[in-house]
């Protein structure tokens, strides 16, 4: 597996796949990096294993095409190989937990909804491979899925994840883009609550059939198309922060921004800002949401002791 992300030792990464078979229209990863390719289940296991017996409280499963993992491991492949490396990895042994990255919603079958619904191991997190809201401009990217499918899938995932928070990767100007296309991309983003849109505006890649479609949108449009829709993630944002306000929640610490002073993060990915008067990295902490700020939530230690 390739790894990464040991800026903090509270969080490992994994990348489980590589490449993509998919051909969406904007995209050039499926010819820069090659078709899909998976790692070794056991490889994952021994490396995750590690991770977590070496103090890492949080492991971040990877992928460019996270839920195709397992497709090109066999001739015929068993049903439901994601989720049977997710079964492994969350029978391992240890104080941790697993969070899912950036995932199609195409691949948000029952079967992983309910399994990581069901899991105490999981992160009540999803980050979305989303692109529009709009099932017309879905269809000329060639997405797998439309905006319908998305509502249904993120309400079943809201269900069985109780404080489920959600990110997503959106893109804004795609050519033919038009402004009650784009309308309906923001009313995606409301409804779906996604506290973390990742915007973008469309960028022509040479080869790609999106950049020869005649009516691209201009650039100006698209940054201030933008700029909409990251302003509705920021109020969404601040929307979920209030409703955590009083409660008492478990707290990942991070890192330390002075001393006793740190960031960290809960379960659902929010982040929290906590003063507390001994060295706490790495440790799990009951605190009280008391306040909110723009970018986070402002937390105090509850009782003494490390969850």
Not at 40 to 60: A, C, F, L, M, N
Not at 115 to 128: I, K, N
Not at 271 to 285: I, N
């Amino acid at each position: 597996p390739l790894l990464y992300g040991y800026e903090t030792r509270t969080r490992a990464s994994v990348q489980i796949q590589q490449g993509c078979d998919q051909a969406c229209t904007f995209c050039v990863i499926h010819t820069a990096r090659g078709l899909s390719r998976s790692f070794p289940q056991e490889d994952i296991v021994k490396q995750v294993r590690h991770w977590v017996t070496s103090g890492y409280k949080e492991v971040v499963i990877c992928g460019v095409d996270l839920g195709d993992y397992g497709t090109d491991l066999s001739s015929q492949p068993a049903p439901g190989p994601l989720e049977q490396l997710l079964a492994e990895l969350s029978a391992l042994e240890g104080d941790f937990r697993i969070r899912l990255s950036s995932i199609d919603p195409i691949h948000l079958s029952d079967a992983l909804l309910e399994f990581v619904g069901q899991s105490d191991r999981f992160c009540p997190y999803l980050h979305l491979s989303l692109q529009s809201g709009n099932t017309m401009i879905l269809k000329r990217m060639k997405r797998r899925y439309t905006s319908e499918w998305v509502d249904e899938r993120v309400a079943i995932a809201r269900r069985l994840m109780p404080g489920l928070v959600l990110g997503a990767d959106v893109m804004v100007g795609f050519p033919t883009e038009t402004e009650e296309q784009f309308a309906d991309t923001l009313q995606a983003i409301e409804s779906l609550e996604i506290c973390y849109p990742h915007v973008f505006p469309y960028s022509a890649r040479d080869g790609t059939p999106a950049a020869r479609i005649p009516r691209q949108v201009d650039p100006t449009t698209r940054k201030r198309r933008g700029a909409l829709a990251r302003t509705l993630g920021q109020r969404i944002r601040e929307r979920v922060f209030v409703r955590h306000l009083g409660s008492v929640v478990s707290v990942l610490v991070e890192r330390s921004v002075r001393p006793d002073r740190y960031n960290g993060r809960l379960t659902n990915y929010l982040p929290v800002r906590v003063e507390v008067g001994e060295r706490m990295v790495g440790k799990r902490l009951p605190v009280r949401i008391v306040g909110t700020k723009p970018d986070y939530l402002i937390g105090e230690p509850h009782a003494a002791g490390i969850l």
